[in-house]
């Protein structure tokens, strides 16, 4: 009989042993897990992601993923924030404009020339219902050209402008491009102006304006067709050369030259213009890009006394493409009509890389210097 409860003694210690073993090991494994999704968003929040943003990881048994990729500029987004609809805003670079605002915010940047060898910018954003990183203030907002409408027309852009050529307001109406005019209907709504600078360079617009503007035109439940960029890690055409430096000759002096020197340690290109680093006033920071577009388009027409200009944007030419410090001849097509797309090729689609593109549209006859 001692025997037996001896047996079962022992068969319940060896029992309760176990179980409580389990125990510890299971509160290890948890104190375990707590430390590493400490560290882990640590990690996030060091790289400017969220707690939220958690749901990028993916297990083995389960593949499904709660991102997807931006059309617009092929990073990484949330569901539902990948396909927004976009806005174009024109962003005025005279001196008297600088510093500019929110340009550092902007998916996609074309600069061009506008008269008298100044140069203006458009730039794309895609404002969404997320308050991470909300581009408060952008601008200064300047006047249409017909050159600009045909670039957001390329994305069906809603168009935020205040005024333009008497050609540009006749083309608006003509190509039925969605209309944000400051001037003639919706400037209290969307636009704002500061009384620190002169006018006509005093006029602003926010990302959240500009989110209440697409819903309040009833395009945010529109799904943008426009054909996106090839965006990829590799690339996929024959670079023919290092490309550190880059030097845009725009016009006569230096005030509106552009010059992009490449970071090896960050994979970016920092902007420089005037000889003096481009700051966004947004934030402070020095501009920064992932891609860079050189095209080359036919010399500039002047069109009238005030030196106003025309640029075909249509056609074929020569470009040069620039990406993780790598140059790549390239040429670029657009076919007829307003909605027609560009397209960068060299022996195949040019793949950006995902994030940030800057396009600089030069008259054929400038020079572009590049070490």
């Given amino acids: 009989m001692i025997i037996f409860v001896n047996f079962i003694y022992m068969k319940l210690e060896f029992k309760y042993a176990v ?5 510890i090991l299971f509160v290890v494994f948890l104190a375990i897990e707590a430390l590493l999704t400490r560290n882990l968003f640590f990690l996030l929040e060091e790289n400017g992601m969220s707690k939220n943003d958690m749901k990028i990881i993916v297990s083995e048994e389960n593949t499904e993923v709660d991102i997807a990729i931006r059309r617009i500029d092929g990073t990484p987004a949330k569901i539902g924030n990948d396909n927004l609809f976009p806005v174009a805003v024109i962003i005025d670079n005279y001196q008297d404009a600088r510093p500019n605002y929110g340009l550092s915010r902007a998916s996609l940047v ?3 020339y506008v ?9 794309l954003y895609t404002p969404g219902t997320d308050n991470e990183n909300k581009t408060e203030k952008i601008g200064p907002v300047r ?5 600009f409408l045909e670039i957001a027309k390329e994305y069906d852009a809603l168009l935020a402008h205040s005024g333009g050529s008497s050609e540009a307001l006749e083309k608006i109406k003509e190509w039925r491009v969605h209309d944000l005019e400051e ?7 969307y636009f704002w102006r500061v009384y620190s600078r002169v006018s006509p360079h005093n006029l602003f617009t926010s990302e959240e304006k500009l989110r209440q503007a697409v819903t309040d035109f009833e395009l945010a439940d529109n799904t943008p067709d426009y054909m996106a960029w090839r965006f990829g890690e590799g690339i996929k055409n024959n ?3 290092d490309a550190h430096d880059i030097y845009i000759d725009f016009s006569l002096g230096t005030d509106f030259d552009a010059k992009y020197v490449y970071g090896a340690s960050t994979g970016k290109y920092l902007r420089f213009q005037g000889n003096e680093k481009h700051i966004d006033a947004l934030n402070g920071q020095q501009i920064v890009a992932d891609n860079i577009v050189v095209q080359f388009v036919p010399k500039e027409k002047i069109l009238d006394a005030n030196g106003r200009i025309s640029l075909s944007l249509h056609g074929i030419g020569k470009a040069l493409v620039f990406r993780d410090g790598k140059k790549i001849e390239a040429n670029w097509a657009r076919g007829e009509g307003a909605k027609s797309r560009t397209v960068f090729y060299g022996k195949e689609e ?5 994030g940030n593109i800057w396009i600089a549209i030069v008259p054929d006859d400038r020079d572009v210097a590049v070490d």
């Fill in 19 to 23: 179980k409580f073993n389990f125990y």
């Fill in 239 to 241: 670079y023919v050369g």
């Fill in 143 to 147: 006047s249409a050209r017909p050159y």
């Fill in 350 to 354: 040019i793949v950006f890389k995902q």
């Fill in 183 to 189: 001037i003639a209907w919706w400037g209290p709504d």
């Fill in 115 to 123: 008269e008298n060898g100044t140069t203006r910018f458009l730039a």
């Fill in 110 to 112: 074309y600069e061009t």
